[in-house]
């Protein structure tokens, strides 16, 4: 049994390190891919992981296969193909580290998994099976990804969705809104981004905005974060803030957000996935621990490979 299951996409986030010495930009070739980077943050922290997506069978490719192998992560559900290249993107950092995105993605590797390459049983044998919503931009993936939803839906594994999302990679807003309601009409657990939020409902207070959200698509919990103001934590009628940990120094936002998914994954497994008897308490334990991880993952450059430990964690929040 996996304690999470993801699908999606797994490509190399080229970091920039700088200017050469003859002025031209320098980037470092960083394993990434939202999905991915949450089972990172859960076989981190000790929990059995599993990935369904496609590479290329080209050199980046290879490398992240052996990348999240080596962290533990099940990679029979990992397809390599000789007739698409890896998913490359760009990630250019403001003074603060926050990010913006250009994607070599265009018939890449990601994009052309099919519904026959979805390994059931993987799904079948998740507690949790988790998605973003980049394996809705191209009909080949999403095909595929409807019918993991539908399977884990079937099978009682609960369903994860974080949108992620990157308007660059859709047609037009109105997709990427059709996308993600999809995907959120599937959803027991929600994480959320204060961006998402405001393209979604329009409204700039993250709070009340999330409260909308709840009440539309009704999980059993979810999560908006909010970057430097913190996150909330949604469940029935309890919402709560907390702040985030400015003792920590920001170099590089890449993948925080999925370290919070991933860590506050972790705490709902340490909870036996038991909705019904999380206390505020226990809401207090799983946002302060999330909050700590994400932080942390701020402090240096890449996703995958840089996802804090327990102890790491532990020792930030105590």
């Not at 999905?35 to 496609?54: D, E």
């Not at 397809?79 to 990010?99: P, S």
């Not at 340490?270 to 008897?277: A, M, V």
């Not at 946002?287 to 402090?299: E, H, N």
Request: a negative charge; proline letters at 3%; hydrophobic letters at 40%.
């Amino acid at each position: 049994m996996y304690d999470i299951v993801s699908l999606g996409e797994l490509l190399i986030d080229f970091t920039p390190q700088g200017l050469s010495e003859k002025g031209n930009f320098m980037f470092e070739a960083n394993p990434g891919g939202a999905p991915c980077n949450v089972l990172a943050q859960m076989a981190k922290l000790g929990l059995k992981t599993a990935f369904i997506g496609k590479v290329g069978k080209d050199t980046f490719g290879l490398f992240l296969k052996d990348t999240i192998e080596k962290i533990g992560i099940d990679t029979k559900g990992l397809k390599l193909t000789d007739d698409a290249f890896t998913t490359l993107a760009f990630v250019t950092l403001d003074k603060d580290g926050n990010r913006s995105f250009a994607f070599s993605r265009n018939n890449s590797a990601d994009v052309c998994l099919t519904e026959d390459e979805v390994d059931e049983n993987l799904i079948k044998n998740a507690k949790i099976f988790h998605i973003g919503t980049l394996s809705l931009t191209h009909p080949s993936v999403k095909k595929a990804t409807v019918k993991a939803l539908k399977i884990a839906k079937e099978n009682g594994v609960l369903i994860s969705v974080d949108p992620n999302l990157r308007l660059p990679l859709w047609k037009s807003e109105d997709d990427a809104k059709e996308a993600i309601d999809l995907a959120l009409s599937y959803a027991d657990i929600i994480k959320i981004s204060d961006y998402e939020i405001e393209f979604l409902t329009g409204e700039k207070d993250v709070k009340e905005g999330s409260k909308i959200l709840y009440k539309k698509y009704n999980p059993c919990i979810m999560f908006a974060t909010c970057g430097k103001d913190g996150a909330y934590v949604l469940k029935d009628d309890t919402v709560l803030h907390h702040p985030c940990y400015d003792c920590v120094k920001t170099v590089d936002t890449t993948g925080a957000g999925d370290s919070f998914c991933g860590a506050s994954l972790k705490k709902l497994v340490d909870f036996n996935l038991d909705f019904s008897s999380l206390t505020t308490k226990n809401l207090e334990e799983i946002i302060k621990y999330a909050s700590g991880a994400a932080s942390l993952t701020t402090t240096k450059y890449g996703a995958i490979s840089v996802m804090p430990s327990e102890d790491e964690i532990i020792s930030l929040i105590k």
